[in-house]
C-alpha cells in the first residue's frame, strides 16, 4: 500500500465548477500535510497548508481528520488557471533535519471553458 | 531574494555513465532535500543534507550520493546510470524547524 494515495485522474471539469480531492495516507506518526500545485514540465509550488481545524484561502478550502487519516481539497468556482496536478504531500518529520515528504501520485485537473 | 536554483536545466547521458546535478538553495535556508519524479509519478525524496551531513535516506540505491557544501548548496551524483535513471531531479530547501520545502526548477535527465 502507498504511503499517500489520491483519487485518481483526470478531473474534468467546466469553468465555475467546485471540484474536491481526497487523499489518504498510512502513517499516523506523520506530523504536518501539505496541498502542491504542479503545472506541466514545472517544479511542485505550495498551494497550502493542511491544519485540523480546517483551513481557507480564497476559494481553496483544505480540510484534516487525523482520526481518519483524510485529507481533502476544495476548489470553488473554478478557473481556467487552476488547471494542473495538485499533489497530496505528508511530512514525517518534525522539522529540520528530519523533515521528509511523502508525495501523493497527484490529480490532474482540466478545467474546460 | 533568489529561490532555489538547479543545473543544469536538462540532461542526456547514455547507459553506464555518471551525472552529477547542482543545487542552490533559497536564500537563508540550510536544509537540502533531493527527490526523484518519474514520469506520471509524484516525487519520491531521495536524501536530505543538514550541516554538509545526509540526514536521511529513502529507498534508492548506494548508487545515488550527494554533498553538501559550507555554503549550504548542494550535489546529487547517480553512478551506473540506468534507463530507469531518466527522469525529472527536485531539489528542495527548507530551514531549521521550518517544515515548509521550497523546489527548484529541477533538471531533467534522460539516460539513453
Known amino acids: 500500500r502507498k504511503e499517500v494515495e489520491q483519487d485518481p485522474g483526470p478531473f474534468n471539469v467546466p469553468e465555475g465548477a467546485t471540484v474536491a480531492f481526497n487523499c489518504t495516507y498510512s502513517?499516523?506518526?506523520?506530523?504536518?500535510f501539505f496541498w502542491y500545485r504542479q503545472d506541466c514540465r514545472k517544479e511542485p509550488k505550495l498551494l497550502m497548508s493542511?491544519?485540523?481545524s480546517g483551513n481557507e484561502d480564497g476559494r481553496f478550502t483544505a480540510q484534516l481528520n487525523r482520526a481518519s487519516q483524510y485529507i481533502s481539497l476544495l476548489i470553488r468556482d473554478s478557473k481556467l488557471s487552476d488547471s494542473a496536478t495538485y499533489l497530496c504531500?505528508?511530512?514525517?518529520?518534525?522539522?529540520?533535519?528530519?523533515?521528509?515528504?511523502?508525495f501523493g501520485t497527484g490529480t490532474l485537473l482540466a478545467v474546460q471553458p | 531574494d533568489a529561490g532555489v536554483t538547479q543545473s543544469p536545466t536538462h540532461l542526456i547521458k547514455t547507459r553506464g555513465q555518471q551525472v552529477t546535478l547542482r543545487c542552490s538553495p533559497k536564500?537563508?535556508?540550510?536544509?537540502v532535500s533531493w527527490y526523484q519524479q518519474a514520469l506520471g509519478q509524484g516525487p519520491q525524496f531521495i536524501f536530505q543534507?543538514?550541516?554538509?551531513?545526509?540526514?536521511q535516506r529513502g529507498n534508492f540505491p548506494d548508487r545515488f550520493s550527494g554533498h553538501q557544501f559550507p555554503n549550504y548548496s548542494s550535489e546529487l551524483n547517480v553512478n551506473a546510470l540506468l534507463l530507469g535513471d531518466s527522469a525529472l531531479y527536485l531539489c528542495?530547501?527548507?530551514?531549521?524547524?521550518?517544515?515548509?520545502?521550497?523546489f527548484g526548477p529541477g533538471t531533467r535527465l534522460l539516460v539513453l
Open positions: 528542495a530547501s527548507s530551514l531549521g524547524a521550518e517544515k515548509t520545502q521550497y
Open positions: 502513517n499516523s506518526a506523520s506530523q504536518s
Open positions: 493542511v491544519y485540523s
Open positions: 504531500v505528508v511530512n514525517k518529520g518534525y522539522g529540520g533535519a528530519t523533515n521528509k515528504l511523502i
Open positions: 536564500s537563508g535556508h540550510d536544509t
Open positions: 543534507y543538514y550541516e554538509e551531513e545526509e540526514r
